[in-house]
């Protein structure tokens, strides 16, 4: 059920900011390797035109829809969030927690983004189809995501028939998406593969095996921080357990490679690799300035130094969250004002010497 808005976004969003979700707990399945998993359904209401052709009234009519079909007693408690009246700087914090998507946060006219608490799932509203529906949790959990995702869409449907055709399953603005609409996405992280140079690996076994591979924030994104995002890129014809058995066999052996590329670092380098992490350690709780690309890096060989146990008193849960904190939008969330990127660099050395001072390397 939708939380009555006893504070404004804005002040749930600074909150917010202070706090983490679910996700980056660092303790799911495989979760040396794997930092999330994601199952997002694309939906679009009966009788309605896809996004892209509908008026601003008719926008309107569809995120009412979709509010009333999620404010019904018995479900789990969420926010709703007016994406439409969000600063660019508050659409850019919600993308970097990865509640939604940069076409969300970019795009203008009445929309919206439901979320629940813990940041286990977010429902986004009028993105490219009229709901898109997704469930993030820790390390390598596709089955729970699906699961949980798959009870989230019928709950919806159970009040907001859903637009459906017998021969091409749940239609969708993208064809890619048609059938089952499901898109199963993998954050993996990566710094061993591309330290060895066999990242083109990744690529290649993707690409041959209809799977995408993407940076941080999915499509056109970098990959920031030596994270991938392992993604299916068609639905249709495929049976929602067939991809997901799919894309987890495609997982599994990334991981694996991954592990082989540590263990052979570790043993035939393992000076060379611990100066690395002291460092990237080092310049992370003594520099004074520091960039969110910098930071990203050197994070990404604090965080294998850890799973390497090359770095003490230290959880990688905090790690993990230091990789969204630092991100800019939210950064300037925590420091309560707007900031240049001069700025903004200081404010991120400081906060990075704040969260780590008590830690070390081995």
Do not use: C, K, W
């Given at each position: 059920m939708l939380n009555?808005?006893?504070?404004?976004?804005?002040t749930w969003l600074s909150r917010l900011a202070t706090t983490s979700g679910e996700w980056l707990r660092g303790d799911g399945p495989e979760s040396d390797i794997v930092i999330?998993?994601?199952?997002?359904?694309a939906r679009n209401i009966a009788g309605f035109p896809f996004v892209?052709?509908?008026?601003?009234?008719?926008?309107?009519q569809i995120v009412q829809l979709a509010q009333d079909s999620l404010n019904s007693p018995g479900q789990p408690s969420r926010r709703f969030v007016n994406v439409e009246t969000l600063s660019p700087l508050d659409c850019q914090f919600l993308m970097e927690r990865q509640l939604i998507s940069r076409e969300l946060a970019r795009s203008d006219g009445p929309r919206a983004v439901v979320i629940a608490d813990g940041e286990r799932h977010s429902i986004m509203i009028n993105e490219e189809d009229h709901l898109r529906i997704q469930v993030l949790h820790s390390g390598l959990s596709l089955e729970e995501c699906w699961k949980e995702c798959d009870q989230l869409d019928d709950q919806i449907e159970?009040?907001?028939?859903?637009?459906f055709h017998p021969q091409f399953g749940y239609l969708t603005a993208c064809p890619t998406n048609a059938g089952t609409g499901i898109r199963i996405s993998v954050m993996l992280h990566l710094p061993g593969l591309r330290l060895n140079r066999d990242i083109q690996k990744v690529n290649n076994t993707a690409q041959k095996l209809s799977l995408a591979v993407r940076g941080l924030y999915g499509e056109g994104s970098q990959a920031l921080g030596d994270f991938y995002q392992l993604s299916n890129q068609v639905t249709l014809g495929m049976s929602e357990p067939d991809l997901l058995g799919h894309v987890q066999r495609v997982v599994l052996q990334v991981v694996s490679w991954e592990r082989k590329v540590r263990e052979t670092l570790l043993r035939d380098g393992r000076a060379k690799l611990h100066d690395q992490v002291a460092r990237a350690f080092g310049t992370l709780t003594s520099a004074r300035t520091i960039s969110s690309e910098e930071t990203m890096h050197l994070l990404s060989?604090?965080?294998?130094?850890?799973?390497?146990?090359l770095v003490s008193n230290l959880d990688v849960g905090?790690?993990?969250?230091?990789?969204?904190?630092?991100q800019p939008a939210h950064l300037q969330k925590l420091q309560g004002e707007e900031l240049e990127a001069d700025r903004?660099?200081?404010a991120r050395a400081n906060y990075l010497r704040q969260r780590l001072s008590s830690s070390s390397v081995s």
């Open positions: 009555p808005q006893s504070v404004d976004n804005e999330s998993s994601r199952v997002r359904l892209s052709r509908a008026s601003a009234d008719i926008r309107h159970a009040s907001v028939p859903y637009a060989i604090v965080r294998m130094g850890l799973r390497l146990g905090v790690i993990n969250e230091l990789f969204i904190h630092t903004r660099n200081v």
